[in-house]
């Protein structure tokens, strides 16, 4: 918004708004004001959802005995307060004639609503498992299939079905046609790792916060000519205002911790988890990092790939080689308590970040 009225209102005499052209200052700008807006409105959203959750989220049956205390009666769907900021945020300081901003707004509202009807379903049963598994995935294609075709079509540069590979200077796959299934793999499998992470109070935010602003430097890079050839990296048109709304989703996601901060008083819920995940994989899909989202959500790929060996194993020799499933539960097992879990996985989430970033410089 404000950068569609610098060029109504620009002019010799009023050239200090030649500043709000910068994506710098603007994504700084965009960082608070999703900040401010959370801290702002985010205990009279809290009171507003207490009131009509009553005995709030449903939690666990066959998790640590100690959630069913300490968890019970708060309230869920918070992710609406993120979503709220991230989507006001983008829209003020944003150039909202980008596409790019556009489609990442559409994956966040669309992931958003499926996870609000699935955290809806858990409320309204009282059962945690929510909307069945079959549903869920066939909304969450859906709604992958029409962003990612979205941008294959709006983003038609060179290398922009293929998938990049760190490191190498000059390795890369073409897929072709492929990419749109590549594409919905990534978007819905980041969706589900995040919301698998959020188990604990403040777990799954720290690699959020770090993956978003591993992608906002990565947007900014490989949406700049120069930068995208001194690194070798992929230049891709118009990524560089990604930037903003990534901003806005650190911004939201450290506002939203003042109150998710152990003991929660709201959980984000499938709305938030479901939503934030499946924008960080669209993002590393435009962006043409897929592979290095890989290593900077690490945590979320091994809380993902925890499940899955916990289910093989047990299906193939009927034993368990974690005590609980997602991995974290395991090391709640183990007698580490909540808090030492959230940051010693904070602590791999920043490293895993730093060694991402650097790979950009490897080639």
């Known amino acids: 918004m404000f950068y569609s009225l610098i060029y109504k209102f620009y002019s010799a005499d009023f050239s200090f708004l030649n500043i709000f052209k910068y994506i710098t200052f603007r994504s700084i700008c965009a960082f608070f004001t999703s900040f401010i807006l959370v801290l702002s409105y985010g205990r009279k959203a809290i009171t507003l959802l207490k009131k009509y959750q009553n005995e709030g989220q449903p939690i666990r049956d066959d998790g640590p005995a100690s959630h069913m205390i300490s968890k019970k009666g708060t309230p ?32 966040l509202l669309g992931f958003g609503a499926i996870g609000a009807i699935d955290d809806y379903f858990k409320l309204k049963t009282r059962d945690y498992h929510g909307l069945s598994a079959k549903k869920k995935l066939c909304l969450q294609i859906i709604v992958a299939t029409v962003c990612c075709y979205s941008s294959m079509n709006l983003m038609n540069f060179s290398g922009s079905t293929s998938i990049f590979f760190p490191i190498f200077k000059h390795f890369q796959i073409e897929l072709g046609s492929f990419f749109l299934i590549w ?27 770090m993956s978003s602003i591993c992608f906002a430097v990565i947007s900014y890079l490989v949406g700049n000519a120069m930068f995208a050839d001194y690194l070798h990296i992929p230049y891709v048109p118009c990524m560089s205002e990604v930037c903003v709304f990534l901003s806005t989703m650190v ?46 959500g690490g945590i979320f790929v091994m809380e993902t790939l925890s499940v899955i060996l916990q289910v093989c194993f047990y299906k193939l020799i009927k034993r368990r080689i974690f005590l609980m499933a997602p991995i974290h539960h395991h090391f709640e097992k183990k007698g580490w308590s909540e808090s030492v879990v959230v940051f010693r996985f904070w602590i791999i989430s920043i490293v895993l970040g730093i060694l991402g970033l650097a790979t950009l410089k490897i080639r």
């Open 183 to 209: 594409a919905i793999f990534v978007v819905i499998g980041s969706s589900n790792a995040v919301n698998l992470t959020d188990g604990l109070d403040g777990l799954a935010m720290g690699p959020v916060i």
């Open 251 to 296: 911004g939201a996601s450290l506002g939203f911790m003042w109150f998710n901060a152990p003991p929660a008083k709201i959980f984000m819920g499938d709305t938030g988890s479901v939503a934030i995940g499946g924008t960080l994989g669209f993002v590393s899909i435009i962006s043409k990092h897929e592979i290095i989202f890989a290593l900077i």
């Open 76 to 107: 869920t769907m918070g992710g609406i307060i993120i979503i709220a900021s991230i989507l006001l945020g983008t829209l003020l300081w944003g150039d909202l004639c980008n596409p790019n901003l556009w489609l990442c707004l559409g994956i």
